[in-house]
T-cell receptor, first 117, second 113 residues
Framework: NAGVTQTPKFRILKIGQSMTLQCTQD?????MYWYRQDPGMGLKLIYYSVGAGITDKGEVPNGYNVSRSTTEDFPLRLELAAPSQTSVYFC????????????????FGQGTRLTVV | GNSVTQMEGPVTLSEEAFLTINCTYT??????LFWYVQYPGEGLQLLLK?????DKGSNKGFEATYRKETTSFHLEKGSVQVSDSAVYFCALSEVQGAQKLVFGQGTRLTINP
């Protein structure tokens, strides 16, 4: 069971370059999220999605874009990389709550470590 | 808005010592509370959770009790092991809507043999 898979694991970008961080999950989860983790800080929410075709901004969306064309995939796009985007990025997913389970567990990928130089 | 505050780290203990990592939260309504653990080079894993006041979550010898009156969810373990060395995150989740997780800043725990 693969769970949440992120690629690449590591990447170095030059200022102004663009890239897409890939995230896919095989658990048929409705909800997906992108977080960034800066040293000594907790995780900050960038974007989230409650289902295919539906996305919304989180706490720190500037400089990023997302799309959700399928249930499985939730890519994160950086258009013009800046040093401030150096961070570790985590994708997470969780099932939509049901009647029996009001709050469900979130599953995380292993992260993408991005350095912008 | 919702927020989580954890005790600052890093925390260094000897094996078999007692562990407490403090966590307090600010939230509207009645969120669910979580502790996640991050081992080196890995993503976050759910350690335990509590979904209503006075619930106690427990797993792998760790415990935390949802205290509504003090808005706290402190993590405890009676006897830590070297393998418990990791970063621990307290988090809360909205019960409604997209159930976004809000994290504390994390506490790095190192256990020495």
């Amino acid at each position: 069971n693969a769970g949440v898979t992120q690629t690449p694991k590591f990447r170095i970008l030059k200022i102004g370059q663009s890239m897409t961080l890939q995230c896919t999950q095989d658990m048929n989860h409705n909800y997906m999220y992108w977080y960034r983790q800066d040293p000594g800080m907790g995780l900050k929410l960038i974007y989230y999605s409650v289902g295919a075709g539906i996305t919304d901004k989180g706490e720190v969306p500037n400089g990023y874009n997302v799309s959700r064309s399928t249930t499985e995939d939730f890519p994160l796009r950086l258009e013009l990389a800046a040093p401030s985007q150096t961070s570790v990025y985590f994708c997470a997913s969780r099932p939509k709550p049901g009647q029996a389970t009001m709050n469900t567990e979130a599953f995380f990928g292993q992260g993408t470590r991005l350095t912008v130089v | 808005g919702n927020s989580v505050t954890q005790m600052e780290g890093p925390v260094t203990l000897s094996e078999e010592a007692f562990l407490t990592i403090n966590c307090t939260y600010t939230a509207t309504g009645y969120p669910s509370l979580f502790w996640y653990v991050q081992y080196p080079g890995e993503g976050l894993q759910l350690l335990l959770k509590a979904t209503k006041a006075d619930d106690k979550g427990s797993n792998k010898g760790f415990e935390a009790t949802y205290r509504k009156e003090t808005t706290s969810f402190h993590l405890e373990k009676g006897s830590v092991q070297v393998s418990d060395s990791a970063v621990y995150f307290c988090a809360l989740s909205e019960v409604q809507g997209a159930q976004k997780l809000v994290f504390g800043q994390g506490t790095r725990l190192t256990i020495n043999p």
